[in-house]
Structures are given as C-alpha cells and as structure tokens.
C-alpha cells in the first residue's frame, strides 16, 4: 500500500511557543490530505481537509488561526500548533488520499506534550 | 455531515472465537466503508473496506458486510487470535467520521 510519512513522532515543547507538525506521502501525489486530533481513549476527530494550492477547511469549533494548515505541494502538508497550551496536547494524525477513489492512508501520528 | 455510531465499546473474547462490531451511518450518500485497526501509540491502519455497490467483502479471517438499506455495516473477525487485540474503528463518508472505537481483547 502507500506510504504516508509524519514526522515527529513525539514532540515536547513549552507553553506558548509553536510546533511544526509534517505530513508526507512517500510513493504517490495526495490531492487531499486530513488532519486528526486524538484524545487518549477516544476516537479521531476530524479537524480540517487540506487541499493542495488551496486553504484548508476547517471544522466547526477548530480555530484555523492556533491550527495552521499549509498544504504547499502534493506531497507535504504540514500543521502548525501556534501559542500551544497544555490542552492542545494529544495524538495528531494525518491522513492522505490519493484520488477520490481510494482510501485514506495514515501517518504513524505525533504525540504532542505541551508543558 | 455525517454520524457514526459503533458498538460494543468494549469486546472480550476467548482466542478461536469470532468477533462481530457493528456501526450505523447517518448520510445515505456515504459509499464507503472502510475498518482500522489501531495499535497503541500509532495510527489506524486499514484491514478491509467495502464500497456501496456490494454487500459483503472477505479477506481471510476478516469480513465486512453493508446494508445501505438499514445504513449498517458490521466486521467480523474469525477464529481470533491474540494479535487481534487492538482498538478497532470504523469509518464512513470521504472525509472519514469516524466511529467511538471498540476496544477488542483476545483472552489467550
């Protein structure tokens, strides 16, 4: 199957400063590329579609000034915690479509530690 | 948009026994379907998926059946094994709403 690249794996950093998050598709070009927040023992909550060339969509209650998406080329999409708090801690994960048609594949996901 | 129920939350069985998690679908215009399975500490990995245009799909121990009709779809797991224990979740739509999870346990 495809391979999807998101990197870091874990991250710690302090309150109020900004972590970079990024998504990768390996082996093929993603016209759209989904972020995810995960809570510890919940399900992935769909947070903003990313197109590339174009701004991202947001769901209803995600700041999209905090959660910066840029979806720059075809192959990296990346994710911007800004002014991190430590609620914004929790499990990211991306996930990347190759065509309309296909399944999603998924990143290995950021653990995000906010202190 | 669309709302994704799943159920049980939690499922415990004796390893060789089958395991069946359901899930109901608001958006009658959802056409697919797939199942991840999600391991501690990563991402959910794909086991099976069904599109709307059939009824059931099989992959050795691992089957999905759909009823777009009722606007259910079900996995089914056979003759489990220990490493089936994970958190598996199902998903609907093209942007993937995903279910609550249920949390599977294979008791060796």
């Known amino acids: 199957g495809a391979v999807v690249s998101q990197h870091p794996s874990r991250v710690i950093c302090k309150s109020g400063t900004s972590v970079k998050i990024e998504c990768r598709s390996l082996?093929?070009?993603?016209?759209?590329m989904f972020w995810y927040r995960q809570f510890p023992k919940q399900s992935l909550m769909l947070m903003a579609t990313?197109?590339?060339?174009?701004?991202?969509?947001?769901e209803q209650g995600v700041e999209k000034d905090k959660f910066l998406i840029n979806h720059a080329s075809l192959t990296l999409s990346t994710l911007t915690v800004t002014s991190a708090h430590p609620e914004d801690s929790s499990f990211y994960i991306c996930?990347?479509?190759?065509?309309?048609?296909?399944?999603?594949?998924f990143g290995q996901g950021t653990r995000l530690t906010v202190v | 948009g669309e709302n994704v129920e799943q159920h049980p939350s939690t499922l415990s069985v004796q390893e060789g026994d089958s395991a069946v998690i359901k899930c109901t679908y608001s958006?009658?215009?959802?056409?697919?379907f797939p199942w991840y399975k999600q391991e501690l500490g990563k991402g959910p990995q794909l086991i099976i998926d069904?599109?709307?245009?059939?009824g059931e799909k099989k992959d050795q121990r691992i089957a999905v059946t759909l009823n777009k009709t009722a606007k259910h779809f079900s996995l089914h797991i056979t003759e489990t094994q220990p490493e089936d224990s994970a958190v598996y979740f199902c998903?609907?739509?093209?942007?993937?709403?995903f279910g609550s999870g249920t949390r599977l346990q294979v008791q060796p």
């Open positions: 996930s990347a479509l190759r065509d309309r048609n296909t399944e999603a594949f």
């Open positions: 082996d093929f070009q993603a016209t759209t």
């Open positions: 990313s197109n590339e060339g174009s701004k991202a969509t947001y």
């Open positions: 958006d009658s215009a959802s056409n697919y």
């Open positions: 069904i599109r709307s245009n059939v």
């Open positions: 998903a609907a739509g093209r942007a993937l709403t």
